[in-house]
């Protein structure tokens, strides 16, 4: 069995309104977020995966979505958790052997998510 950890940027905005601290108010993040892949190498290639696929998929599925944009556009309670849980949703069964999504919002702090606890 084989990890792989990819690792992306997106710049983007959003407020959390159901919270009444500071971040209640519209501000920005320079997000960090890994995806981690597991699974066993194809025998012929000694591949799992191809890093560029990788790339590609999370690129389409997420990036093009989130990067310079308003969260809240299409996330109803941006919080960090509800982000990774976003970005599992637009992943799964795009990316073979996904088993978490890893974000920060700042340099930090990090959630982790791993997907349903079903799942676990």
Known sequence: MHQIEAEFTFAAA????????????????????????????????GIFVDFTEVEELVKEHVLDRVDHTNLNDFIENPTAENI??????????????????????????CVVYRGPLGKW
């Open 14 to 45: 959003h407020r959390l309104p159901r919270y009444s601290g500071k971040c209640f108010n519209l501000h920005g993040h320079n997000y960090r977020f890994q995806v981690v892949l597991r699974g066993d190498p194809d025998p012929y290639s």
């Open 84 to 109: 990774a849980s976003w970005m599992w949703h637009r992943l799964e069964g795009k990316l073979p052997g996904l088993v978490e999504i890893r974000l920060w919002e700042i340099p930090t702090s």
